[in-house]
């Protein structure tokens, strides 16, 4: 553990290595040796991992089989060089360029050494069998689609293919050819794991969006009234003149009724509209949108403004309705808030009048809340205002 950083960034680029066959044989070897494994095992575990948190998949892949290895290498790696050392004088060293001798000559200096050797026998065996059985098992997968009522003639066929492939590479050049043929089919592979990386991440950031999804905001003011009309809008994918005629005639009211009650007691409130101007006709104005403002004294602006906003939509949720222009097919606007603090907006097509003035008070009911808060003044001073000016 303490050499195990600085062994594995060793590159011996300013020194030449003591051994430089030993260190590119291990780096290269192995380096193509899994990655040539990686479809197989990678689809083999996804199979009989279905269901698994990624927790599970973590503990069960990873870091069991690694800490087993870890047990085993000290266990019988430290246990041959101490018997090599104290017992053998040398004589396991002899045969370390037979690996397949030294196991079973390391078993002769234990007891019960017979049948020692034959339980080694067996897992071997077992290991070679359940590697080829899974490989037969991806190789058949690939080959049917995935489809699991593939033949069984069929898997048999590619274990076959299997065993004759891996008896030619035997015998053309032993392990050596074995391991130059894994090497030539470890490089495309490698790309391919490169892509498979990003859409690893690009799953994995969809899957924790999708638990950590939240009902509508739209949901929490539903009392279940207006059902018909509710779900005529959820399934009608709105378009530009939608959300501009959803502006005028429910938000646009609501914020004036809000700021008129608000002038009425006394305070200063200001609704803008946008939504009709076109770009560039007031400097700093966003075209299309709406807002309410509520300035504060040496306090930021409380904002509650709604802006359209395009969003591409997904290739199976296209519309198949011939008459309707591409644009509008391949994209829907939604009226999006947004607020001073810079806070994400979100979605409020599906409010009513009265939901919207709801909506407004409970977000300037936070902005007071969080202005009252001493640990967020930093936040809420106006932009160019310092304490005691």
Excluded at 46 to 67: D, H, N, Q
Excluded at 159 to 171: E, R, S
Excluded at 302 to 327: C, I, N, Q
Excluded at 347 to 354: A, F, K, M, P, V
Aim: charged residues 20%; hydrophobic residues 50%.
């Amino acid at each position: 553990l303490s050499g195990l950083v600085s062994l594995s960034l060793r590159t011996f680029a300013y020194q030449p290595a003591q051994d430089p066959a030993w260190f590119g044989g291990w780096t290269i070897l192995y380096w193509a040796w899994w990655i040539s494994w990686s479809p197989f095992v990678g689809m083999f575990i996804a199979r009989i991992s279905r269901g698994r948190t990624v927790r599970e998949f973590i503990v069960g892949v990873l870091l069991i089989p690694t800490a087993f290895n870890l047990l085993w290498m000290t266990a019988f790696g430290n246990g041959a060089i101490w018997i090599d050392t104290h017992v053998a004088q040398g004589a396991l060293a002899q045969s370390a360029g037979n690996v397949d001798a030294l196991l079973f000559r390391f078993f002769e200096y234990l007891p019960l050494a017979k049948a020692v050797s034959w339980l080694a026998i067996v897992l071997i065996a077992l290991f070679f069998v359940t590697s080829a059985d899974s490989g037969a098992y991806v190789v058949d997968a690939i080959a049917s689609r995935g489809d699991p009522r593939s033949p069984v003639w069929q898997r048999l066929f590619w274990a076959a293919v299997l065993g004759v492939t891996a008896v030619v590479l035997l015998l053309a050049g032993g392990l050596k050819a074995l391991q130059a043929m894994t090497l030539v089919a470890a490089m495309p592979v490698a790309a391919i794991m490169a892509v498979l990386c990003i859409g690893l991440w690009r799953g994995m950031k969809a899957d924790v969006t999708h638990a950590r999804q939240d009902l509508s905001p739209a949901t929490s003011f539903w009392t279940g009234q207006h059902w018909r009309k509710r779900l005529e809008q959820i399934v009608h994918q709105p378009t530009a003149s939608d959300v501009k005629r959803f502006l005028q005639k429910t938000v646009l009211p609501a914020m004036r009724d809000v700021a008129a009650e608000m002038q009425r007691q006394g305070m200063q409130a200001q609704v803008h509209d946008h939504s009709e101007q076109e770009a560039g006709a007031e400097p700093g104005a966003e075209t299309g949108t709406v807002r309410l403002v509520i300035p504060t004294p040496e306090l930021r602006d409380f904002v509650y403004g709604v802006r359209p906003v395009k969003r591409k939509l997904p290739g199976f949720m296209l519309s198949e309705v011939a008459d309707e222009k591409e644009t509008t097919r391949r994209h829907v606007v939604e009226p999006i808030t947004f607020f001073a603090d810079g806070r994400e907006g979100y979605d409020i097509q599906y409010l009513r009048h009265e939901e919207l003035i709801a909506d407004i008070l409970r977000n300037y009911e936070r902005y007071l809340s969080v202005s009252a808060d001493q640990r967020t003044v930093l936040l809420n001073r106006a932009p160019g205002h310092t304490e005691g000016t």
